[in-house]
């Protein structure tokens, strides 16, 4: 009998380092699929065949020297097929061949470094083309290298003369030229098109794409370019067709701003739409007839676009053009006839539908009568005239009408209006007019603005108290002044807005003087807006007002300016309170408390529930503070007050207009700048901010909640005013402190922990590079005194001495519990093991082995270098095509492993040998990750699956993918090596 012996697979590659001698004899090496042979590169024998030491062909694979070399003669028996032409028995000298047709009727590709034809090159094939890699440049008779310019991929160059000028200087020319026969036109594949020059790009993206027209060189010259307008930054797809210019050479423009294909430039547009618009401002669009020069211009004065748009017929022949007076024109049918009035007009004495039709030759007579005349000029004008003597005479009375101009109706047109109405308009104020009599009005209060000297003036005397309204240069009182105001006083009164306006002729007069003597205290006030509920406003918002003497307000003061300058020495204020950053300040209000809820009526107040509100002024109890409030309606509001107690509705109050927030607060404080600015800040996030130090005068000191904490000797904490510098000298505790609720401290590098200490509670452990020592530690029932370790209730279980750790008593089950585990051996058996280690197996010492005699572990080390392991799985339902892993080690620790593999469906086994390593450290991904798989043997006709190794996140896996769907099984002998 003898065993089945099978091929030696290999799942990749095979590289022999040594001479590899085949002794299968005829096929030794086949290739049952498409396949390849690959060779060194940059080698002068890459590959050399040979019999014995004699070559016979070699390959040369010398960068830009490649080639292959025959050393012997080459003999084809057949004939080489070159094309569809035989070439036979061909001689070639210098690698030239003259006057030889190449191809002639079927033409294969060639490659050349240079292409020279003295005739005409021609690609006649259909579909076939000319390509190249880099630049053409088709040359004239005088160059046969001419430059290419930078930009340039295809570029046809004029022939050089050597001098002169006229007309026989030549130029250069691209033509696309097209010659289609007549059938072909008139044929059914024909598609429109004679010839066109594409520019093309691929992408849909916008870009300038057009024709450049240049002159000159070195910034001198100019160019025209007409195209699709270029988009330069991507300010907006402007897809438009441009024709525009610059004063600069092409190469100077291109890839710049002025760029004759961007908008800046454009100088005529046409878009999408197809509107045609001449970009430059004041040019025209002008037509040329018989010699002259009819142009169109814009409007240089347009204040907007506008539209004209042109009727699309005419009509009929005798049709003019009209516009409706908003752009737009019609066409209407022209007046005809020799007059111009085709078919006449009709004249009506009245707005009946009686008429008269007047036609070419009849007479429009105009009558004068009733005070009417008409003189008709020799043009054909017409006038007429008012002559006031022909009317008849009668008396103007009440309900009578008169004539007048409407200045305020478009035309002006004449109307008529009763001279009562007329009464009533001159009337005015202060006059009255009934049946069109005017009479004066007994009250002249507001009317008489001005008038002569009066030596007396009584205003005011009756129950009713009068008013003044001077509307004068100067309005002068004082002790000896023409005018006398009383007790009563002066008073501008109305229910419509009233004003005293005085006005200066130049900036050197005073508009307003106002002055009272000076007799006592108290005799001269000059008082303004005292009743209340006025409002007075004093000043433009542009204008300046300044008081040059003190100035008392009491009332509240708003400044809405973006600034307040006060220039004095000293800022004194009364006030105790300064409030920063309140924005829509205060208003008045009031409200009642029931316990500790405060309601608040404060009418159409705009707050939301728990939005924040500034009181003050309150009283009962209710400190100044910031309140969250609940809204109970669009008029109330409550907060919770700090006291409890019954205030009865109408109880005053100040609170703030806006909602309060830390936003609001964050950034308000004061500041000084000098070099640097310097602040006492509010930050929502830290508190108040100081920028710089605090100088604490002598004598002066630090308190928190009444208690003086800080001064320059002592420092107090929770009230212990007697802490001195015996306590806290600097950043030093006195020997003094002897109880501390320290909740953090920083390293502690010195002095001891005395008697008396109390708990040490840590949610941290406690580490230490230094001996503890003093008494006995008690941890959890644990306590270590001495050289004693052991139980509170049994403290010598383990007594430790210089190099002996002795447990009392013998080990025993009592004695020794390992992971609840009883240990039962004793000292003796225990010492059955001193020496080795995990993983070794010492002499003389004890081996635990099963009842088989084996000695059996899931690892074994080797010298640690190399760890043998295992895996194995049963019962795998795998589905074909999915990869399973079978196998891992971890790639932190080891580097290239050999699998030892055995995978079976039930029926048949595959086994193999599969060697692993990785590069980097770790491996970046799978591809840095190697494997082979190498003397592969399969008891079915096919594999059942292959192999593959990837990374894991911290583990190198094997990977098996079986062919088909199945159950399986598999054991793998895993042999790693350490790193």
Not at 341 to 354: E, I, K, L
Not at 922 to 945: C, E, F, N, W
Request: hydrophobic content about 35%; overall charge negative.
């Amino acid at each position: 009998m003898a065993g089945t012996e099978v091929d030696f697979k290999v799942k990749a590659g095979i590289v022999v380092e040594g001479d590899a001698t085949l002794k299968g004899g005829d096929g030794a090496i086949t290739f049952p699929a498409a396949s390849s042979i690959k060779i060194v590169d940059d080698s002068a024998t890459a590959l050399v065949i040979e019999e014995a030491n004699t070559a016979y062909q070699t390959f040369h694979t010398t960068n830009s020297g490649e080639k292959i070399q025959f050393h012997k003669a080459l003999d084809i028996d057949a004939v080489s097929d070159f094309g569809t032409n035989a070439m036979t028995n061909v001689n070639i000298d210098s690698g030239t061949i003259d006057a030889t047709t190449v191809g002639s009727s079927s033409q294969a590709s060639g490659a050349f470094t240079t292409l020279l034809a003295t005739n005409t090159a021609k690609i006649t094939a259909t579909g076939q083309s000319l390509t190249t890699k880099g630049k053409v440049s088709v040359i004239n008779a005088d160059e046969d290298n001419p430059a290419i310019e930078t930009n340039t991929q295809f570029q046809v160059n004029g022939p050089a003369l050597s001098g002169g000028t006229g007309t026989s200087m030549n130029y250069a020319e691209a033509r696309i030229h097209t010659d289609i026969g007549n059938d072909d036109v008139a044929g059914t594949t024909y598609n429109g098109m004679g010839n066109a020059l594409v520019l093309d790009q691929a992408e849909n993206i916008h870009t300038g794409q057009g024709i450049a027209i240049s002159k000159g060189r070195d910034s001198t010259g100019d160019s025209w370019a007409l195209g699709r307008e270029a988009n330069r930054g991507n300010s907006g797809n402007t897809d438009q067709f441009t024709i525009g210019y610059i004063n600069k050479p092409w190469d100077d423009a291109v890839g710049t701003t002025g760029n004759p294909l961007l908008a800046a430039q454009s100088v005529l547009s046409i878009d999408t739409s197809g509107n045609i618009l001449v970009e430059k401002s004041g040019a025209t669009l002008g037509f040329v007839n018989n010699s002259q020069t009819t142009k169109i211009r814009g409007s240089p004065s347009a204040s907007s676009s506008e539209i004209y748009t042109l009727p699309p017929t005419d009509g009929s022949n005798g049709y003019v053009l009209q516009t409706n007076g908003s752009g737009t024109l019609s066409w209407v049918a022209a007046a005809g006839g020799a007059d111009g009035m085709g078919t006449g007009f009709t004249v009506s004495a009245t707005t009946d539908t009686t008429a008269t039709t007047i036609t070419q030759g009849d007479d429009l007579f105009f009558a004068a009568s009733g005070g009417l005349t008409a003189e008709t000029t020799a043009d054909g004008t017409v006038t007429h005239g008012l002559d006031i003597n022909g009317l008849t005479a009668a008396v103007i009375a009440s309900g009578d009408f008169i004539a007048f101009s409407d200045e305020d109706a478009s035309g002006d047109p004449t109307r008529k209006e009763s001279i009562d109405d007329v009464a009533a308009l001159f009337a005015g104020a202060g006059l009255t007019a009934t049946n069109a009599v005017i009479a004066v009005d007994a009250d002249q209060s507001g009317q008489i603005t001005a008038v002569g000297t009066l030596s007396s003036l009584t205003v005011g005397e009756t129950s009713s108290e009068g008013a003044v309204d001077i509307n004068a240069t100067t309005f002068d009182v004082d002790a000896t002044g023409a005018a006398t105001i009383d007790s009563v006083g002066f008073a501008v009164t109305s229910s419509d807005t009233t004003n005293i306006m005085l006005a200066a002729n130049s900036s050197s007069q005073t508009a307003l003087t106002i002055d009272a003597a000076n007799t006592g205290a108290g005799d001269a006030l000059i008082s303004i807006g005292t009743t209340a509920g006025t409002a007075v406003n004093i000043g433009h918002g542009t204008s300046e007002v300044t008081f040059g003497d003190n100035v008392t307000i009491t009332g509240n003061l708003t400044v809405n300016g973006a600034q307040t300058i006060i220039d004095s020495t000293t800022v004194v204020s009364e006030d105790k309170t300064f409030i920063l950053g309140l924005t829509g300040g205060m208003t008045d209000a009031t409200y009642a408390r029931n316990g500790t809820t405060v309601t608040v009526t404060s009418s159409s107040h705009g707050f939301s529930s728990n939005e924040y509100i500034l009181v003050q002024d309150a009283g009962n109890s209710i400190t100044d503070d910031v309140y969250q409030i609940t809204v109970s309606n669009v008029n109330t509001f409550t907060f919770t007050s700090p006291a409890s107690g019954t205030v009865s509705a109408g109880a005053t109050m100040l609170h703030s207009t806006n909602n309060t927030t830390e936003a609001i607060a964050d950034g308000a404080g004061i500041y000084a700048p000098g070099t640097s600015l310097h602040s006492l800040q509010y930050d929502s996030s830290n508190g108040w901010t100081v920028s710089d130090d605090l100088e604490i005068a002598t004598g002066k000191h630090i308190s928190i909640a009444g208690n003086t904490t800080l001064n320059a000797t002592s420092l107090s904490l929770y009230g212990n005013s007697t802490m001195n510098a015996n306590v806290l000298t600097y950043n030093t505790l006195g020997g003094t402190v002897v109880n501390s609720s320290l909740t953090g401290v920083g390293a502690l590098d010195s002095g001891s922990i005395a008697s008396g200490f109390g708990t040490i509670s840590t949610a941290s452990a406690i580490t230490t590079t230094d001996v503890i020592t003093g008494g006995s530690l008690d941890i959890d029932d644990v306590l270590i005194d001495g050289t004693t370790i052991g139980h509170t209730d049994d403290t010598d279980l383990i007594t430790l001495a210089d190099g002996l750790v002795t447990v009392a008593g013998e080990i025993s089950v009592t004695t020794l519990d390992i992971g609840g585990t009883n240990v039962t051996s004793t000292a003796g058996e225990l010492n059955l093991l001193d020496g080795s280690s995990a993983g070794t197996i010492v002499n003389s010492k004890a081996v635990i082995y099963s009842s088989a005699g084996q000695v059996k572990a899931n690892t074994v080390s080797v010298d640690a270098i190399a760890v043998i392991d295992t895996s194995t799985g049963t019962a795998q339902s795998w589905t074909g095509g999915t990869a399973y892993e079978v196998a891992s080690y971890a790639f932190g620790t080891f580097r290239t492993a050999k699998f030892v593999c055995q995978i079976s469906n039930g029926t048949d086994i595959d086994v193999a040998e599969v060697l692993v390593t990785y590069k980097g450290d770790p491996p970046a991904d799978d591809a840095a990750v190697y494997l082979t798989t190498y003397a592969y043997m399969s008891t079915a006709s096919s594999d059942l699956g292959s192999f593959d190794a990837v990374k894991g996140t911290t583990t190198i896996d094997l990977k098996f993918t079986p062919a088909g769907d199945g159950t399986y099984s598999y054991d793998i002998v895993n042999t790693v090596l350490v790193k």
